[in-house]
């Protein structure tokens, strides 16, 4: 009797001890949660797929992805409680409120949670960086790059803009006329900067009054999603699909016709995969205190390569992604 006693006391005490290292083994994992605006957008779905393939990547990561059903911060601020209750140890976040977020990622902080925004940032008290997907230099360069190379480096081009007061894009287009006075540029002309106010019909009246004006044009840089599609239109119905070439920056799926008929043959625009894939891989690195996230550091992410953080703590993922024939039927499924 007491020797089944001592076996059933030693069953017990090893199905004790086996537990416990799978729980052990459970916790060694580090949880993720990508935190986007809303669910059902195809943006952040992309997101997600790139997130999830840091994750099997890196390993010994559980990903968890959530939103609210409508892009309110007030639905991120619930989520955010429940997953600090839920003890996560990242929280990467595409925020719907620069600021109205700041307190819960605070809370979040205090807790030992690692918090970092992307894609729309949390001010800087709320997270421990951003990583922002382009920056203006890099998406102004860029522009004139592309539209160089269509052209053969040759001739008068026009850029088509959103309206005159918008920051960003008056900070891209200086950054067009700075990449301009390189060498390499000195047979191009900007001959005018006209704005169609991101309206559809505004744009289109614009683009066609460049074709009249500058008979000569050999290309248009349109760094606004309403305004290269308006453009491509304008240039269809004029009959000057491959005699004026476009270049800018749209959405894959309002672009598509334009990109396989040749009327666009590349435009450009971040690439979610990579956003997702980026901040989740930063995220586990800061966990494991691998990245220290401090500015200047710059930190080795993967297929992605080098990203260095900047002032406030803003990293800067890459330059835009370009799109063309041989990829704009996956990504326009996307968005």
């Known amino acids: 009797m007491k ?15 086996l537990s416990v290292v799978s729980f052990a083994g459970a916790q060694e994992n580090v949880r993720i949660a990508m ?23 890196l390993g010994g990561i559980e990903f968890i992805f959530q939103g609210p059903t409508t892009p309110t911060a007030e639905g ?10 839920q003890k996560v140890n990242a929280i990467v976040i595409s925020a719907n409120d620069v600021d109205a977020l700041v307190p819960v990622c605070q809370r979040a902080m205090k807790s030992g949670i690692t918090v970092i925004s992307f894609d729309s940032g949390v001010a800087p008290e709320g997270r421990i960086l951003h990583l ?4 203006s230099e890099f998406i102004g360069r860029s522009q004139v790059k592309m539209l160089a190379n269509l052209i053969d480096y040759k001739g008068e081009i026009a850029v088509l803009s959103a309206s005159s007061q918008a920051t960003n894009q008056n900070e891209w287009i200086e950054w067009m006329k700075e990449e301009l006075k390189e060498p390499a540029y000195k047979d191009m002309k900007l001959v005018a900067v006209v704005y169609g106010d991101d309206l559809s019909d505004k744009s289109y009246r614009e683009a066609t009054g460049l074709f009249k004006s500058y008979p000569d044009l050999r290309g248009i840089i349109s760094p606004t999603t309403v305004g290269i599609a308006a ?10 699909s491959g005699k004026i070439e476009l270049t800018g920056l749209g959405l894959p799926s309002e672009m598509k016709q334009y990109i396989k008929n040749g009327t666009c043959r590349q435009m450009s ?12 891989y930063i995220a586990y690195k800061l966990v494991k205190g691998e990245f220290q996230g401090k500015e200047g550091e710059v930190m080795k992410v993967g297929r992605m390569g080098e990203i260095k953080i900047g002032p406030d703590n803003v990293a800067v993922m890459s330059e835009p992604f370009i799109f063309e024939k041989d990829n704009i039927d996956k990504f326009a499924e996307i968005y």
């Open 76 to 85: 991120q601020i619930e989520i955010i409680d429940s997953l600090i209750a």
């Open 3 to 17: 020797k089944q006693k001592f076996i059933l006391t030693m069953v017990l005490i090893a199905v004790f001890l």
């Open 269 to 280: 625009l971040w690439n979610p995969i990579d956003l997702g894939y980026s901040s989740t």
């Open 231 to 240: 453009t491509g239109k304008a240039l269809e119905d004029a009959g000057k």
């Open 35 to 57: 935190l986007v605006k809303n669910l059902g957008n195809a943006f952040f779905e992309a997101c997600r797929d790139g997130g999830l393939e840091a994750a099997k990547e």
């Open 132 to 135: 922002a997907p382009s920056s």
